[in-house]
């Protein structure tokens, strides 16, 4: 059953520090019911000076609908205003096809394995 039967949300998030770069790591279903828990764990991430890179690793999510989407369009667009580099890492199967069915996938930096987004951060110091 999914998180908007249920009402509840099926997102995990969790997040981490690495030299200049912000990892955030999410896991199940990114919709409107998530929205909240998502929403809340970026404002302390919002609230910390600018990084130059965060990296969204997307290689756990199960689910995206157009809230989810419109959420990351918004990401993008906070970290552009930021002075920080939005990367989208383990970018496959159901956020591939999302991404690429609704245009969006040449709007962001996507890299098929979380490493791959990390080595560029790793060039960039």
Known sequence: MSSEATGRSTLTVASGLSRNTIIVRLEGELDVTALPIF???????????????????LSEVSFCDSMGLNELVDIMQRCESRGTRLLLGGVQG???RVLSITG??????VFAQ??????VTAKVL
């Open 94 to 96: 159901v956020m591939a």
């Open 114 to 119: 979380l490493d791959d987004a990390l080595r």
């Open 104 to 109: 969006l996938r040449h709007a962001f930096e």
């Open 39 to 57: 929403r809340e764990h970026l404002q302390r991430i919002w609230d910390l000076p600018p990084k130059a890179f965060l990296v969204l690793d």
